[in-house]
């Protein structure tokens, strides 16, 4: 994996695979890669941006957040919001995960606001167009946790949500060769006990946790299915509508979906249990992240 060294990032990461990496500091999780290719796909590998999307007369607009999750997110959010009034808006998610204190941060804010989430790529063809939604987008990593913070969460049919365990940056591009002191099992374990809390305070379920936390870094990031999503609780709307009104997006109702993936719940025969060792999340598909030193707060 290649790393980015340009970028100045700390914190827990989830990281991705394969397409590029990201230097951060302390503890991360994997990102997915993502299928598309171009500008979208540029844009998911650099820190994550926000914009605001009008759309009047007939809908309010929404927020378009795009790419990984950084020590600077949070207050690049802050200054984004500084004199508008986002209560109750709709952000649009497409992003490899990245930070993980510092998503847990942001989605308390998301939250603070009372604002909607879901998955997609925000389209604009012109100034004389109107702006739509594409469903093909990726949410990957902390991200999901991310889209856990909406008050209402629609996931639309061709979105693809995935999850992983979280690692030290630094070491995940080997993960498994790799050497792990007691400090870093510290800071392992300290981080998933405040993603649990987060998880717990935002309404979500313990599945959700379960999932993320037993794929390591050198599998592939599962995606969750439709069952999973309602299972995880991070669906909690069936209608597009109820995020994004009057806004174009190809996307059907989820009670109408059928599961992309073999469901880890239910009916599904009782599997041999995985490793318990956090320090065992990986990189798998799409872009990576690595680096520095103790996570940050």
């Known amino acids: 994996m290649r790393l ?22 302390g503890a991360v999780a994997t990102f997915g890669s993502s299928a598309r290719a171009g500008a979208a796909l540029e844009e998911r590998k650099l820190p994550m941006k926000f914009s605001w999307v009008a759309c009047e007369p007939n809908c309010r607009g929404w927020i378009s957040a795009v790419g990984i999750i950084t020590a600077d997110t949070p207050k690049e959010f802050e ?40 998955v997609g790529v925000t389209l604009r063809s012109g100034q004389s167009a109107r702006p739509a939604v594409a469903p093909e987008a990726y949410c990957e990593s902390m991200c999901v946790f991310l889209l856990l913070a909406g008050k209402k969460r629609y996931v639309p049919e061709a979105a693809h949500v995935r999850v992983h365990q979280i690692w030290m940056g630094d070491r995940a591009d080997d993960a498994k060769a790799a050497s792990y002191s007691a400090q870093d099992l510290m800071i392992v374990e300290r981080d998933i006990g405040r993603l649990a809390k987060y998880t717990f305070d935002m309404g979500g379920a313990g599945d959700l946790l379960s999932l993320a936390l037993s794929v390591p870094p050198w599998e592939e990031l599962h995606e969750l299915d439709v069952g999973e999503l309602k299972l995880t609780n991070l669906v909690t709307t069936d209608l597009v509508a109820d995020v994004l009104p009057h806004v174009d997006i190809s996307a059907p109702a989820m009670a109408q979906l059928a599961p992309k993936t073999q469901a880890r719940f239910g ?31």
């Open 4 to 25: 980015l060294n340009s970028l100045d990032l700390r914190g827990w990461l989830l990281v991705g695979t394969a397409v590029c990496g990201v230097a951060l500091a």
């Open 79 to 118: 200054e984004f919001s500084r004199g508008r009034q986002l209560g109750g808006a709709t952000v649009v998610l497409d992003s490899s995960g990245g930070s993980v204190n510092d998503a847990i941060t942001l989605g308390r804010r998301f939250r603070n606001l009372g604002l909607l989430t879901t």
């Open 267 to 297: 009916a599904e025969p009782e599997q041999p249990a995985k490793s318990t060792k956090t320090a065992e999340a990986l990189v798998p598909t799409g872009s990576a992240a690595a680096p520095a030193t103790a996570a940050q707060k």
